[in-house]
């Protein structure tokens, strides 16, 4: 087993140091934004008939890049949107997508 010497601990403090900040300041997004509930009969029909997906297929086309996307007050929670009702995940997705300009 290695001892940790003085000098050894002056090299590794740092890096680790800084590892450790990194993941602090990691972005952390929501897990899931699937909840429909306090959404009515229809907001639910519209909600699917639009074809919404937490996670899109296409890498081009996330929610967070459209432009009926509205940003939640932090990043660990949901958004929202101008067209479907409910949460919106930010890599979501729906028929609706509307690139940003």
Do not use: W
Request: glycine residues 4%; proline residues 8%.
């Amino acid at each position: 087993m290695t001892s940790m010497t003085r000098r050894r601990l002056l090299i590794v403090a740092p890096a680790t140091i800084s590892a450790l900040a990194l993941l602090a300041c990691e972005k952390k997004e929501p897990d899931a934004c699937t909840s429909t509930l306090g959404l009515t009969q229809d907001e639910i029909k519209t909600r699917n008939s639009l074809g919404y997906r937490d996670r899109s297929a296409d890498p081009k086309k996330h929610c967070v890049d459209c432009l009926q996307y509205l940003a939640p007050p932090s990043v660990d929670q949901c958004g929202s949107c101008k067209v479907l009702k409910g949460p919106v995940h930010p890599r979501g997705s729906c028929n609706v997508f509307t690139p940003k300009a």
